[in-house]
């Protein structure tokens, strides 16, 4: 269940009743009172900001219980997710002041002039006289957005702010959001193409499957810098990562294990990619028309039928329930409430489960931890948590250092075994992933994502630090 923290401005007649009488309308109502503020008060009355934590699904009927008493007026309520969002999350700093006529002169006319033609006769130098060596478009048509489905790109918007925010604070990178009114696959990757000199990196965000595959697909061979869909990537590095170090706990190794994969859609698709590329023999795929079979015929799905030609893919049909019979591992990442205890149990011993549906997991956390040894959702009120924000930040900051054409699959592994690596000495049932605050994370992804460039050719430059 979600949570929130509104603020009530209340306005109180002081012989109608007291505050006691509200505080425990509010209890009563499913809130909880955090804290109270003293606006104005007088003999008369008095207005305060009552701070309550409230259940998403309570909200409506605390503030109703306040409206109904008699001596109350319910002045305004803010809702503090809200309030950080006004005016957006973001904004553009200068590096530097423009105080008079010689600070004008240089850095724009007419001394721009001569860093203009030296980027139009060498234009790598782009690189190193624009914002392009750090910044990368956060792009979006707002047609999968995680847990609201399509609502557009204006709505979008906070996600992908919230998104360059991370960037920044994480890695450094300077993110912009990119919020295309446009759900045509040509044209998505026209406009992207188009804007691609200013940024060092595509990061796609929130685009819906099976769209999103060819939209990187194609962007990723018809330009120079790397293209990376979070959705699909982001997903199943932090997968990889909390799985090498969840077959660390139960004493099993990848490549004897056998694995069910429910949903595949974008991050499904890539998931199982991963999977494969990590060494994994036995792989069963899922959707909701059930398993996807070593030989089978699927010509509406492109992906699917590109795993269907995979000699780790089992060809095993048969529902959910019917295929997670002796499994070791389980990855949700489909919609909640497809499994329940007595599926569970019929998995091998010691199970993994990663039940990662957005808000309700695939199973109830409660009912799923007595019977499985290693438990991940991607909800943060759960221990480890498997979030895409381990990933993008470090990913970019390696791209970009080393300038990369793209992100490869080597890249993707190198980052999923960095992740891993941070909590690898102390891993344990309740510990296989690091927290996205950990400082070691993004060091540790970059480090890894420059290395594995270098090896695989894709890298432009060295840094220094690997000279």
């Known amino acids: 269940m979600a949570y929130n923290s509104i603020i009530l401005r209340l306005e109180l007649i002081h012989d109608q009743l007291t505050f006691g009488d509200v505080a425990s309308t509010i209890s009563r109502s499913g809130g909880d009172i955090v804290s109270i503020d003293v606006i104005r008060h007088s003999q008369e009355s008095s207005v305060r900001d009552i701070t309550v934590q409230v259940a998403d699904t309570a909200e409506k009927q605390v503030i109703d219980s306040i ?10 309520v803010s809702d503090r997710v809200f309030l950080v969002h006004l005016g957006g999350k973001i904004s553009i700093q200068p590096n530097l002041p423009i105080k008079n006529r010689d600070d004008l002169s240089r850095v724009y006319t007419p001394g721009v002039a001569r ?28 047609t999968a957005v995680l847990g609201l489905g399509d609502i557009g790109p204006h709505a979008a918007a906070p996600v992908m702010e919230g998104k360059a925010m991370l960037f920044k604070q994480l890695a450094g990178v300077d993110a912009f959001p990119i919020c295309l009114d446009t759900k045509d696959t040509d044209e998505l990757v026209s406009i992207i193409k188009a804007m691609s000199p200013i940024f060092g990196g595509i990061n796609l965000e929130d685009i819906s499957s099976p769209r999103c595959f060819e939209i ?11 293209v990376f869909h979070d959705d699909q990537h982001g997903t199943a590095i932090v997968v990889i990562a909390g ?10 190794r ?31 795929p899922v959707d909701k028309e059930g398993a996807i079979v070593r030989g089978g015929s699927y010509p509406d799905h492109a992906m699917w039928q590109w795993l269907a030609q995979q ?10 329930q019917e295929v997670l019979r002796g499994a ?11 499994l329940n205890a007595n599926d569970v149990q019929t998995m091998s011993s010691d199970r993994i489960v990663f039940a990662m549906a957005n808000p309700n997991p695939e199973i109830d956390p409660e009912e799923a931890l007595p019977h499985v040894r ?15 924000v381990l990933v993008f930040p470090g990913i970019f900051r390696g791209a970009l250092d080393c300038r990369a054409r793209t992100i490869n699959e080597p890249m993707k592994l190198a980052a999923s075994r960095a992740i891993a690596s941070v909590v690898s000495e102390r891993v344990n049932e309740q510990y296989i992933i690091p927290s996205i605050f950990n400082e070691q994370v993004v060091a540790r992804v970059r480090n890894s994502v420059i290395e594995a460039a270098i090896l695989t050719g894709t890298a432009r430059r060295i840094p220094p630090d690997f000279r």
């Open 67 to 76: 409206k109904s008493l008699d001596g109350v007026q319910l002045i305004n």
């Open 115 to 142: 860093v203009c033609m030296a980027i139009h006769e060498q234009k790598d130098k782009a690189y190193s006289l624009t914002i392009k060596r750090n910044t990368v478009a956060v792009v979006t048509d707002g």
């Open 216 to 226: 990187e697909q194609r962007l990723s061979e018809e330009l120079d810098i790397p």
């Open 243 to 252: 799985l090498l170090n969840a077959l660390k706990v139960v004493g099993k």
């Open 254 to 284: 990848i490549e004897h294990i056998r694995i069910v994969v429910n949903g595949i859609g974008a991050a499904g698709v890539s998931i199982c990619k991963m999977l494969l590329a990590a060494g994994v023999k036995r792989l069963v």
């Open 311 to 320: 000699p780790q893919v089992e060809n095993q049909s048969g529902n959910l």
């Open 328 to 338: 070791d591992v389980f990855i949700g990442v489909s919609r909640g409430g497809v």
């Open 374 to 388: 290693v438990f991940a959702t991607g909800r943060s009120d759960y221990p480890n948590q498997i979030n895409n």
